[in-house]
């Protein structure tokens, strides 16, 4: 099997990484979801203070996935990685690179001295379920995830 290479993103590869969020909201049964371009991704994750990181996959020179994670920040703890979101490209699925890119993001974690490293996955999602269950996490069944969209903020910073 050829090497996979595992380094950070350059606004140069944005083309590929948003194509490869694209797949992922095909898998996840939202493909009109999308509406982050390259322009945006080149603007949050390599401006004057980016929003997220991203790791590339590369096999044979090619992208075939991602790791797109960002710093928060607890008020107990202190700093965290949340992990957004792992892609590996359909074709190249089972063969170890979701744990290289996976495993990357927890040396990140450690070299930093997180606090935690947290992630979510879709109730559903049995292969990524069973992939993350290998790493014994924590799995939080008393918090609720709560959201509000770009259009409710808009109506409550109207009505406040």
């Known amino acids: 099997m050829p090497e ?5 993103a350059e606004k140069a590869d944005m083309t590929g990484v948003l194509a490869l969020i694209q797949e992922l909201a095909d898998y996840e049964r939202a493909p009109k979801e999308v509406i982050v371009t390259v322009e945006i991704l080149n603007r949050d994750g390599f401006g004057e203070n980016p929003l997220f990181k991203c790791l590339i996959a590369e096999r044979e020179n090619t992208m075939v996935g991602i790791a797109l ?9 202190g700093p965290c990685v949340f992990l957004e979101d792992i892609v590996v490209t359909l074709s190249e699925r089972r063969i170890g690179i979701g744990k290289l890119l996976f495993e990357e993001v927890i040396k990140v974690a450690n070299e930093m001295s997180a606090k935690r490293m947290e992630w979510q996955v879709l ?3 049995e292969p990524a379920i069973k992939f993350y269950e290998k790493y014994q996490p924590e799995i939080l069944k008393d918090w609720l995830n709560y959201r509000l969209t770009e259009k409710e903020l808009a109506t409550l910073k109207v009505n406040l």
Do not use: G, L
């Open 4 to 8: 996979i290479k595992i380094r950070n």
């Open 69 to 77: 994670y960002y710093i928060k920040y607890s008020t107990w703890k």
């Open 123 to 125: 109730d559903w999602n």
